[in-house]
């Protein structure tokens, strides 16, 4: 999942997140029921017939999240999948995206520039150093609280501390 959600506008909702499947000659019934299935869970089936600009952002990332789990993957990528959302939207749908990764129960690999975003939505978050690029720390999180959201996490005490340590190894990064 990048930046972008590369969906396409002449396709509809529907036909963009089924796209990996029919490129991979997937369309079983069993995989379109399962797609059906998360366009219910996460909203998106009212919108299954509409144009990806009829979308709002955090929709927009649910579908291209959807087209992705379709797949059946073992690991989810994450590049950046916040970006493109003004800051409101961002925090809302990185509780969405975070709650969809845990009910799906997939393991996924953020990467951001945003420390605050990783704190928030990691179980360990790897500080890498300047050209070239190596893991200088790993610093696992862990906030002691039942039903863990990003934002909930951005309300503990803990995650200050945690921001100050990735902040400072950040700043020594060699």
Request: proline content about 4%; overall charge neutral.
């Amino acid at each position: 999942m990048l930046q972008k959600d590369h969906l396409f506008e002449w396709r509809t909702v529907y036909s963009n997140v089924t796209l990996g499947l029919e490129i991979q000659k997937k369309l079983t019934k069993e995989h379109l029921s399962n797609v059906d299935s998360m366009l219910e869970t996460y909203g998106l089936s009212s919108f299954k017939d509409a144009r990806p600009s009829q979308l709002s952002g955090g929709m927009r990332q649910r579908a291209a999240l959807i087209r992705t789990l379709a797949l059946e993957p073992d690991l989810l990528l994450l590049d950046e999948p916040f970006s493109a959302l003004d800051y409101q939207t961002r925090l809302s749908v990185c509780d969405d995206i975070s709650a969809i990764i845990k009910k799906e129960e997939k393991t996924a690999i953020l990467v951001t520039h945003d420390l605050s975003e990783a704190i928030s939505m990691a179980d360990h978050v790897l500080v890498l150093s300047r050209r070239p690029g190596r893991v200088q720390k790993i610093v696992p999180i862990s906030f002691d609280m039942e039903d863990r959201t990003p934002m909930r996490s951005r309300n503990a005490p803990k995650f200050k501390e945690y921001f100050n340590l990735i902040w400072k190894e950040l700043n020594t990064s060699g």
